[in-house]
T-cell receptor, first 113, second 111 residues
């Protein structure tokens, strides 16, 4: 596709359930990021993948959060045992190399009831 | 790790006036400083960036300045227009190459 694609665009779940959010980056982009944006707030770094290197997981808020990137392309962010404070928009971005323009997806809006 | 501070959190200026947003960073190894604009309900988009070998960069009504010694950089928007209303984020790369964002500035242009 022409841009970064994220799914689902909206997800409503019950507290305690697991959710998976998917990101399909721009073809050929080696860097992939996940950020979290709570209502009216900034872009909180979660995790960063660069090529075949080990991911930088330093932003994951708890061990309930995990992410993987298969074949250097599609990435899945998994949140286990969701809590109400996990409600936010989860944004994925990709870039050609280590430092360069980030292209963001539309985001996945997660609501935990 | 890298920490990026951004001020002010909100800014209201009269149409036609200038707006300035300031950021500081902590990682002296940072070399790349982009600025993103996020309009209401939309995704962030890059508007301008600067690398550490340059002190200033300009693109039409937008300019960025960088002071590596003081570890701060600024966004200047001149002749502001209604379409400049948005949230602006500064960012910096860390020594680990990841991009860390400031907390954002909500800019409002008064007609």
């Amino acid at each position: 596709g022409a841009g970064v694609s994220q799914s689902p665009s909206n997800k409503v779940t019950e507290k305690g359930k697991d959710v998976e959010l998917r990101c399909d980056p721009i073809s050929g982009h080696t860097a992939l990021y996940w950020y979290r944006q709570s209502l009216g707030q900034g872009l909180e770094f979660l995790i960063y993948f660069q090529g075949n290197s080990a991911p930088d997981k330093s932003g994951l808020p708890s061990d309930r959060f995990s992410a993987e990137r298969t074949g250097g392309s599609v990435s899945t962010l998994t949140i286990q045992r969701t809590q109400q404070e996990d409600s936010a928009v989860y944004l994925c971005a990709s870039s050609v190399g280590m430092t360069g323009e980030l292209f963001f997806g539309e985001g996945s809006r997660l609501t935990v009831l | 790790g890298e920490n990026v501070e951004q001020h002010p959190s909100t800014l209201s200026v009269q149409e036609g006036d200038s707006a300035v947003i300031k950021c500081t960073y902590s990682d002296s190894a940072s070399n790349y400083f982009p600025w993103y604009k996020q309009e209401l309900g939309k995704r962030p988009q890059l508007i301008i960036d600067i690398r550490s070998n340059v002190g200033e960069k300009k693109d039409q009504r937008i300019a960025v300045t960088l002071n590596k010694t003081a570890k701060h950089f600024s966004l200047h928007i001149t002749e502001t227009q209604p379409e400049d209303s948005a949230v602006y984020f500064c960012a910096a790369d860390s020594s680990a190459s990841k991009i860390i964002f400031g907390s954002g500035t909500r800019l409002s242009i008064r007609p």
